[in-house]
T-cell receptor, first 114, second 113 residues
Framework: NAGVTQTPKFQVLKTGQSMTLQCAQD?????MYWYRQDPGMGLRLIYY???????DKGEVPNGYNVSRLNKREFSLRLESAAPSQTSVYFC?????????????FGPGTRLTVL | AQSVTQLGSHVSVSEGALVLLRCNYS??????LFWYVQYPNQGLQLLLKYTSAATLVKGINDFEAEFKKSETSFHLTKPSAHMSDAAEYFCAVSDHSGDKIIFGKGTRLHILP
């Protein structure tokens, strides 16, 4: 099993450009998550999808959109990138049979917006 | 609402010394608690989790954590630090609905030779 995969690993954008971060998991998990990680801020939840066909806002959703394409894939879109969105983005998945199940993380996408 | 507080954004210990990373949580219901580790330029990996089966939880690489309800704490310890333990550590709590996990801001562990 590959676990949680993310593409791309690195990306540089100019202000105003758009892009989509891709995430896929092969563990048959029902819940998926997008976080951003900034120094001293820990992980902040952007959006999550508790199950296929549903999405909900997290702590910092402004400037982002998501699509739960199917059970495996959950993408994050920046419509008009801003320098404040420079960050490391992590996707995670979780098998929500029980609330004590942990999240599994992808390797991250390092995004720089100039 | 649930929350997690990690005391100390940076902790330094000498190689071979005891590692203690502090985590306090706030929860109105019995929590599920996790410790994750992040090595440089990698994603987060689960170290251990508390699910109410036992208050002392053992994880990978000789780490363990003790759930203390009276202190609302879930501190992470390791008897003897190794250079390879240098990383960032995150404490987390699962919220009541189970949909989300709330993360602390992290503690970066430095190991001194």
């Amino acid at each position: 099993n590959a676990g949680v995969t993310q593409t791309p690993k690195f990306q540089v954008l100019k202000t105003g450009q758009s892009m989509t971060l891709q995430c896929a998991q092969d563990m048959n998990h029902n819940s998926m998550y997008w976080y951003r990680q900034d120094p001293g801020m820990g992980l902040r939840l952007i959006y999550y999808s508790a199950s296929e066909g549903t999405t909900d806002k997290g702590e910092v959703p402004n400037g982002y959109n998501v699509s739960r394409l199917n059970k495996r894939e959950f993408s994050l879109r920046l419509e008009s990138a801003a320098p404040s969105q420079t960050s490391v983005y992590f996707c995670a998945s979780r098998n929500l049979l029980s609330s004590y199940n942990e999240q599994f993380f992808g390797p991250g996408t390092r995004l720089t917006v100039l | 609402a649930q929350s997690v507080t990690q005391l100390g954004s940076h902790v330094s210990v000498s190689e071979g010394a005891l590692v203690l990373l502090r985590c306090n949580y706030s929860s109105s219901v019995p929590p599920y608690l996790f410790w994750y580790v992040q090595y440089p330029n990698q994603g987060l990996q689960l170290l251990l989790k508390y699910t109410s089966a036992a208050t002392l939880v053992k994880g990978i690489n000789d780490f363990e954590a003790e759930f203390k309800k009276s202190e609302t704490s879930f501190h992470l310890t390791k008897p003897s630090a190794h250079m390879s333990d240098a990383a960032e550590y995150f404490c987390a709590v699962s919220d009541h609905s189970g949909d989300k996990i709330i993360f602390g801001k992290g503690t970066r562990l430095h190991i001194l030779p």
